[in-house]
């Protein structure tokens, strides 16, 4: 039987087949972040982990935990966790992969469909009553999609599924950057492989599928953003700090770039301030991408599953850092 601490709010189901393995589980049924402090202290008895992206778990928290063994993120992006650290302690680490691509790059299509349509304005248009007159060319003009170029940085699972919906739904174009080899994608949707300039010159639509590294973290700032087309959009469903939000604003004023649609923010959940009150093309949604029921009980599934495979000495499906451990 292990100590097993639950830091927010996963609903009963995944709790309960904890309880039903025989763990002894704390459950901390709340919808907010503990502060650093609490966590410290939350953490010392406990022999495994289930956390969300909003856990920041760092080398004073790993350090607060002695008997720690495993640790469980619900979220396929795991940037909150210092996992290098995790592995010196002999800590296992997983994440909850696949389960949430689709819906994810359903989200990223949907906030660049509503970003190129305008649909936020137009809802924001109509409910003033402003719509009076049928015009053939409207002031909510928007961006044909159909047959446009998708740049996708970060073709992974998410930017793969990003890239059909663009290339089997709407007929585009799909550039990608990658680390790696070129993968199945380029044969099977007529993807093309560029480095990020070209990609950030020839794209209509940028989607941004990297997770969150010191390499990544403000890829996106002005000079970036005025490589990219007058014209053309920025999609962000990956993490916040990829994207320098104040230069993001600096371009939508400057008219540098046509528009944006944020998932992720990058002081979560703050805005920079300014960016609220621009309305005109930008299209924001607070950190949604994975969240339909299905997929999110999918992933507290998974993440139960890795925790109770990591207790009982089996490989968790998805550890993070199996190999480094030897557990392979
Ligand atoms: C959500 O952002 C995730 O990483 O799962």
């Known amino acids: 039987m292990a100590n097993v601490f ?6 009963t189901a995944g709790v309960q087949k904890l309880r039903q393995a025989g763990h002894e589980v704390t459950y901390r ?3 907010e972040p503990m502060t650093a402090a609490e966590l410290q202290t939350a953490v010392r008895p406990a022999d495994g982990l289930v956390c969300l992206l909003t856990d920041r778990l760092d080398t004073a928290v790993l350090d607060a935990a002695p008997n720690l063994k495993m640790i469980a993120n619900v979220a396929v992006g795991y940037d909150n966790i210092d996992v290098a ?8 680490v997983s994440n909850t992969p696949d389960v949430l691509t689709e819906a994810t790059a359903d989200h990223a299509f949907a906030l660049l469909l509503a970003l190129a349509r305008r649909l936020p304005e137009a809802d924001a248009f109509m409910r003033a009553g402003k719509y009076e007159k049928f015009e053939m060319f409207p002031p909510l003009l928007g961006l044909e999609v159909t047959g446009k170029t998708l740049g996708i940085v970060g073709l ?3 930017g793969a599924a990003v890239a059909r919906r663009g ?5 585009m174009q799909v550039l990608y950057t990658a680390n790696g080899a070129k993968t199945a994608v380029e044969q099977a949707l007529g993807a093309q492989k560029v480095s990020l300039p070209e990609l950030l010159r020839q794209s209509d639509f940028v989607s941004i599928n990297v997770p969150l590294t010191p390499e990544t973290r403000h890829l996106f700032t002005l000079d970036t953003l005025r490589q990219m087309k007058p014209t053309a959009c920025l999609i962000n469903t990956a993490r916040g700090p990829i994207v320098k939000e104040a230069d993001l604003l600096q371009a939508l004023r400057e008219g540098i770039i046509w528009g944006a649609a944020l998932d992720v923010f990058e002081a979560e959940p703050q805005m920079t301030p300014g960016l609220a009150d621009y309305h005109e093309r930008l299209v924001v949604a607070p950190h949604l ?3 339909t029921g299905e997929t999110r009980q999918k992933m507290v599934e998974t993440a139960v599953t890795n925790l109770l495979a990591g207790l009982s000495n089996q490989t968790p499906p998805n550890a993070l850092n199996a190999a480094a451990l030897g557990r392979e």
């Open 6 to 11: 639950v830091t927010q709010h996963i609903g």
């Open 29 to 31: 049924d709340k919808t």
């Open 85 to 92: 650290a995790a592995t010196e302690r002999g800590i296992l």
């Open 156 to 158: 992974g699972r998410i």
């Open 167 to 171: 290339a089997l739904g709407f007929g």
């Open 289 to 291: 991408g994975s969240a």
